[in-house]
Nanobody
Framework: QVQLVESGGGLVQPGGSLRLSCAAS????????MAWYRQAPGKPREVVAG???????NYADSVKGRFTISRDNAKNTAYLQMNSLTPEDPAVYFC???????WGQGTQVTVSS
C-alpha cells in the first residue's frame, strides 16, 4: 500500500517562498502521474499542479508562473516550489499519486505578515 508524506509547509510572509516535498513509500512513483492539491477552510479541495510520468506539467491559472511541480524518481519524491506567495495561497496542501486512494496527510501553508 502506497504511503505519501508531505513536508515543507509553514509560515511565510507575502512574497515569500516555500518548497513542499512529497515522499512516497510502498510504491515507486515513476510509473504514475502525481499532483498537488490544496484545501482552504470552507472551500473544496482544488488541484494546484500536476506532472505526468513523462514529466509534462500543468497548473491552475491561479498559480501559473509562481509554482513549479517536479519529481525525482530516484528519491521517490515529488516537489512543489512555491514562489511569490500571496494571502490567497494559504491552505493545507496535499500530494496525490495517480493510484486510487493514494493521498498524503497534508501540510499547512500559512501566508501572513
Amino acid at each position: 500500500q502506497v504511503q505519501l508524506v508531505e513536508s515543507g509547509g509553514g509560515l511565510v510572509q507575502p512574497g515569500g517562498s516555500l518548497r513542499l516535498s512529497c515522499a512516497a513509500s510502498g510504491s515507486f512513483i515513476s510509473p504514475y502521474g502525481m499532483a498537488w492539491y490544496r484545501q482552504a477552510p470552507g472551500k473544496p479541495r482544488e488541484v494546484v499542479a500536476g506532472i505526468t510520468r513523462a514529466d509534462s506539467t500543468n497548473y491552475a491559472d491561479s498559480v501559473k508562473g509562481r509554482f513549479t511541480i517536479s519529481r525525482d524518481n530516484a528519491k521517490n519524491t515529488a516537489y512543489l516550489q512555491m514562489n511569490s506567495l500571496t494571502p490567497e495561497d494559504p491552505a493545507v496542501y496535499f500530494c496525490k499519486l495517480d493510484v486510487p486512494g493514494a493521498w498524503g496527510q497534508g501540510t499547512q501553508v500559512t501566508v501572513s505578515s
